[in-house]
């Protein structure tokens, strides 16, 4: 019998990777399966559905419910199917008198001890319990409630997403095992035995005070209302759902959107989703209202200058203001005296159509987007050494990986669904190797093997990557075939001469990173002698003056290993917004046209101007750091900003605040009135992911498709408002529906020439390069041969320079930043929703012993001082950092964390040197001067919206 498998039903236990197949007869069906395939998945794939409780087809087997009982000739009992492997000739009756009596039997006990108030609970028409008491033909129970039972039992109400309804519990485990096995965090248990078994959560803490992260495994495991939402609670069950993709990190996890009409009762992990596979973290599960809350801007919105009331106007006044105060400023101060920056946060149609209008309706280069100050080496150093600016995996290759090298990224705060997969993977039997300053909760990873941690100093990372590949070559680790078959030979021998020089040594580097020479040693072996080696990396990489060396000294690292072009090994970038690799895909680089195209190439530009219908500039245009210079200079007199907000995310905030002062029109489209709007002279309202259709791009390259799940609050949709201005500016842009920009976005983009919507939906998702040559795309890059004009990899000598920025007697501690799980980059989104439980303030992480030498004890105002400026944070004594080293996020835009650091850029890209601030703390009474202006700022700016939605209700 042939399978039809549907991604949405339920099979009841995982599938069986073997090639091996065995067949049996299921109920008189015949249907073969590969060897250890369970009998109740076999079944389900027979379309023959045997009841069940405990199971589901992502957890393994239990057992516990019996519900799933068969009877298979020749053996004894009944045993669970779910539990019960297929056997070549068996023979398995699912349906008969016995076996219905049996089921009925075990229901009628779990019902005796359940409230039977189905009418009236939250899982009503959505509950497995009820449905098994239909499926085996329950009509009545024996047993009273007289007696010992659970219906008293307390609600949990603590966690401010779902309430946890002891009262009916039917202790299935199936919660407990979600926990474990799909999340990684073992927050749950079963306490006590028999009558007494209960869920609990910790130490029998309420689930708020637990380590539970809030990912919602538990509550969509649950078969019962015991763990429900508490947005299900009180809108009731949804009516119908649509697939689509989460805005937040760059995972890419694909959601189905419950509606109730245009209302929006719960976001879904879709079990389709090839980057999260149903799994999903507290931000993408719940942490979606924001988009109907009553910040957001509605209304477009004008002014002359930043301290006057804002005007609510129509679409059309508010965009021929825009368009008039463009053209006016060109007129008098030239081409080049305006631009935009695109947005991580906006789809590839929207952030395509942005850039095109800069160059097209702009008529300059003078495009940029945040991907400068994340990941912008990334794609310099990548595209010098493996010939493409992006990852070379898919997420799932980390199950094939023997050791797992995380180098400057935190993946469960910051890619929450990839860290709980990486975490499987390390509870298998992976090795961990963790290079970061800090000790981050990977480490901490329950049953984890063999790892080590190298905590370097903050700026050592190239010096750290030179002694770790000196170790490969000086010990003969390096895949000699991998290298010769590969690899340009001489760019091979000047970097081998280069790297087994003894001052790249760990012995040698020991005292600038601060790691043991030993146990670089023991990292490097461990990496080269596994069989399967995979690169993790974050903005600990990119962010540094030496990021783009980085990028390629990890590259450099990969390739004498010979870790490229097969799963489980690669070079992966850990993108931190939903389209950060789309935004960059879609040629937002003042030096590229959409797919990495350089402006200067007259063949690249030629297809361009046939297609726009305008003649291109062929000189690259300003980057962000050099429009806010400019602005100060007075060159620079109007900036388009869609979707990003500037004045919060790049560093050293006084000097962006001059800049954006120093503007004669700024242009900001967003959902809320973010740092950058108060400095705006009209003011767009964005849309959501819910409001608008379109495509992201994750990580791994996998774009995704955005769909609209209700109409946008303000009317438009976020690329309708770019074709709206482009048109007002007198360059002509029609296109009715997203699908037609990225048809356009495929004829001139090699990489992305056989992607279009019917594609998308037929397929779910495609990874570029998606082309004739791979129709359905490129799971795994580089297999056969890189992108560069011989086909091989290119080794590039990675000299380690000292950053400037150091630590001395006036600023003797140094600085670096990072993400926490419940927010959300600059916070805008995740502040605006419950996630505010368990981050409302940005705190400052110190070692017990710096925190003692200045008499500094926890939570403590403190002020931290850099060369750049001043702030003051709340203190948080925390051993997981090393003395003299100091640690924040940057959520909180009152926080004021770039107020500190410097404009240090990577010398290739300006990304700003986030990670390496050098600074003073002590002990204050009050906040800052920065602090206090920010403050009446912010009061001053709220009063001016008011006040516009005042004088329009009048």
């Known amino acids: 019998m042939l399978q039809h498998f549907d991604p949405n039903k339920d099979y009841g236990t995982p599938a069986s990777l073997s090639e091996k197949l065995v067949t049996l007869e299921i109920d008189g069906v015949e249907i073969s399966v590969p060897e250890g395939t369970s009998v109740m998945r076999a079944a389900a794939l027979a379309d023959i559905n045997i009841p069940k409780l405990c199971a589901t087809d992502n957890l393994e087997a239990f057992g516990s419910?019996?519900?799933?009982?068969?009877?298979?000739?020749?053996?004894?009992?009944?045993?669970?199917?779910?539990?019960?492997?297929?056997?070549?000739?068996?023979?398995?009756?699912?349906?008969?008198?016995?076996?219905?009596?049996?089921?009925?039997?075990?229901?009628?006990?779990?019902?005796?001890?359940?409230?039977?108030?189905?009418?009236?609970?939250?899982?009503?028409?959505?509950?497995?319990?009820?449905?098994?008491?239909?499926?085996?033909?329950?009509?009545?129970?024996?047993?009273?409630?007289?007696?010992?039972?659970?219906?008293?039992?307390?609600?949990?109400?603590?966690?401010?997403?779902?309430?946890?309804?002891?009262?009916?519990?039917?202790?299935?485990?199936?919660?407990?095992?979600?926990?474990?096995?799909?999340?990684?965090?073992?927050?749950?248990?079963?306490?006590?035995?028999?009558?007494?078994?209960?869920?609990?959560?910790?130490?029998?803490?309420?689930f708020l005070d637990s380590e539970c992260v809030s990912c919602g495994a538990c509550v969509q495991a649950c078969p019962t209302a015991t763990l429900s939402e508490n947005s299900l609670i009180q809108m009731g069950q949804p009516e119908h759902s649509i697939s689509t993709t989460c805005a937040y990190c760059g995972v890419g996890c694909s959601f189905k959107a419950e509606m109730k009409g245009d209302q929006l009762v719960r976001m879904v992990p879709d079990k389709a989703g090839d980057a999260n596979h149903g799994h999903s973290c507290v931000k993408g599960r719940f942490a979606f209202g924001y988009a109907t809350h009553k910040d957001r801007i509605r209304t477009p919105m004008i002014r002359d200058a930043i301290d006057q009331p804002w005007k609510e106007v129509s679409w059309e006044e508010a965009i021929g203001f825009a368009a008039n105060r463009l053209k006016s400023i060109q007129y008098e101060y030239g081409r080049e005296s305006i631009g935009g920056i695109t947005s991580s946060r906006c789809t590839n149609e929207e952030t395509y159509l942005v850039q095109k209008l800069i160059r097209a309706a702009f008529g300059n280069n003078n495009t940029d987007t945040c991907a400068r100050v994340c990941h912008s080496p990334t794609g310099y150093?990548?595209?010098?050494?493996?010939?493409?600016?992006?990852?070379?995996?898919?997420?799932?290759?980390?199950?094939?990986?023997?050791?797992?090298?995380?180098?400057?990224?935190?993946?469960?705060?910051?890619?929450?669904?990839?860290?709980?997969?990486?975490?499987?993977?390390?509870?298998?039997?992976?090795?961990?190797?963790?290079?970061?300053?800090?000790?981050?909760?990977?480490?901490?990873?329950?049953h984890l093997g063999d790892s080590v941690h190298l905590p370097l100093r903050p700026g050592t990372n190239v010096a750290l990557i030179n002694a770790l590949a000196h170790v490969v070559i000086t010990?003969?680790?390096?895949?000699?075939?991998?290298?010769?078959?590969?690899?340009?030979?001489?760019?091979?021998?000047?970097?081998?001469?280069?790297?087994?020089?003894?001052?790249?040594?760990?012995?040698?580097?020991?005292?600038?990173?601060?790691?043991?020479?030993?146990?670089?040693?023991?990292?490097?072996?461990?990496?080269?002698?596994?069989?399967?080696?995979?690169?993790?990396?974050?903005?600990g990489v990119t962010e540094h003056s030496q990021g783009s060396t980085m990028v390629m000294g990890i590259a450099n690292l990969a390739l004498a290993t010979g870790n490229i072009g097969r799963e489980g090994v690669g070079v992966n970038p850990l993108r931190g917004q939903n389209n950060v690799q789309g935004s960059c895909d879609m040629g937002s680089f003042p030096h590229e046209l959409p797919g990495y195209q350089h402006v200067a190439d007259p063949v690249v530009r030629n297809r361009f101007e046939k297609v726009w219908g305008v003649t291109l500039d062929d000189e690259p245009g300003l980057?962000?750091?050099?429009?806010?210079?400019?602005?100060?200079?007075?060159?620079?007199?109007?900036?388009?900003?869609?979707?990003?907000?500037?004045?919060?995310?790049?560093?050293?905030?006084?000097?962006?605040?001059?800049?954006?002062?120093?503007?004669?029109?700024?242009i900001v489209q967003d959902i809320f009135l973010n740092e950058t709007a108060k400095f705006a002279h009209v003011l767009l309202p964005g849309s959501t992911f819910l409001e608008k259709n379109g495509t992201f791009t994750n990580a791994e390259r996998r774009i995704n498709r955005v769909r609209k799940v209700?109409?946008?609050?303000?009317?438009?949709?976020?690329?309708?408002?770019?074709?709206?201005?482009?048109?007002?500016?007198?360059?002509?842009?029609?296109?009715?529906?997203?699908?037609?920009?990225?048809?356009?976005?495929?004829?001139?983009?090699?990489?992305?020439?056989?992607?279009?919507?019917?594609?998308?939906?037929?397929?779910?998702?495609?990874?570029?390069?998606?082309?004739?040559?791979?129709?359905i795309g490129s799971p795994i890059m580089h297999v056969e041969s890189f992108p560069t004009l011989e086909g091989k990899g290119h080794f590039a000598v990675t000299e380690f320079v000292p950053t400037s920025e150091r630590a001395s007697r006036r600023f003797p501690l140094l600085l670096t930043t990072g993400r926490i799980l419940s927010q959300y980059n600059v916070g805008a989104q995740t502040r605006r929703t419950e996630n505010q439980v368990w981050h409302h303030e940005d705190k400052l992480e110190i070692h017990p012993h710096d925190a003692e030498e200045r008499g500094i004890n926890e939570g403590d105002w403190l002020g931290i001082s850099s060369r750049a400026g001043q702030t003051v944070l709340r203190a948080h004594i925390s051993k997981r950092m090393q003395p003299g080293v100091v640690y924040t996020t940057f959520h909180h835009p009152g926080s004021g964390a770039n107020v500190i650091t410097t404009d240090n850029s990577d010398w290739a890209t300006n990304c700003p040197e986030y990670k390496v601030t050098a600074v003073q703390v002590e002990k204050v009474s009050q906040p800052s001067e920065w602090q206090k202006d920010f403050a009446a700022n912010n009061q001053r700016q709220q009063k001016l919206l008011s006040e516009a939605g005042a004088s329009s209700g009048e």
């Open 381 to 446: 150093g990548l595209k010098q050494t493996l010939g493409e600016s992006a990852g070379t995996q898919t997420f799932d290759s980390v199950m094939k990986s023997d050791c797992v090298l995380v180098i400057g990224a935190n993946p469960t705060d910051a890619h929450p669904v990839f860290g709980s997969l990486m975490r499987r993977r390390l509870r298998q039997g992976a090795s961990l190797i963790v290079a970061d300053p800090r000790e981050i909760d990977i480490l901490k990873t329950p």
């Open 623 to 666: 980057r962000i750091p050099n429009m806010f210079d400019a602005a100060i200079a007075g060159h620079f007199r109007g900036l388009y900003v869609q979707g990003e907000d500037i004045a919060q995310s790049d560093p050293n905030t006084q000097h962006v605040e001059a800049a954006l002062r120093a503007l004669d029109c700024l």
């Open 710 to 775: 209700m109409p946008p609050l303000s009317g438009k949709e976020d690329w309708e408002v770019t074709v709206d201005l482009a048109n007002a500016l007198g360059y002509p842009m029609n296109y009715s529906h997203p699908s037609e920009i990225m048809d356009e976005i495929a004829l001139l983009t090699p990489t992305f020439t056989g992607v279009n919507y019917e594609k998308l939906d037929k397929h779910g998702s495609l990874q570029w390069p998606c082309n004739d040559e791979f129709p």
């Open 475 to 539: 010990e003969g680790l390096e895949d000699t075939d991998f290298i010769a078959k590969r690899c340009e030979p001489e760019a091979y021998a000047k970097w081998r001469a280069f790297i087994a020089e003894s001052r790249n040594a760990p012995e040698a580097v020991e005292d600038v990173t601060g790691v043991p020479a030993e146990s670089i040693r023991q990292a490097a072996r461990t990496f080269a002698n596994a069989p399967n080696a995979a690169i993790y990396y974050g903005l």
């Open 65 to 206: 419910c019996r519900l799933c009982a068969v009877q298979i000739e020749g053996r004894r009992g009944t045993p669970a199917s779910c539990t019960t492997p297929a056997e070549q000739g068996m023979k398995v009756s699912t349906q008969n008198e016995k076996l219905a009596k049996l089921r009925r039997n075990i229901m009628e006990l779990y019902i005796s001890d359940h409230p039977l108030d189905c009418l009236t609970c939250p899982a009503n028409g959505d509950c497995e319990l009820q449905d098994m008491a239909g499926a085996v033909g329950l009509r009545e129970v024996r047993y009273g409630f007289d007696g010992a039972n659970h219906l008293d039992a307390p609600k949990d109400t603590s966690n401010p997403y779902f309430t946890f309804d002891a009262s009916k519990c039917i202790v299935c485990s199936r919660c407990v095992r979600a926990c474990e096995e799909v999340q990684g965090t073992f927050a749950l248990t079963i306490d006590g035995r028999g009558f007494d078994s209960k869920v609990a959560a910790g130490q029998n803490e309420n």
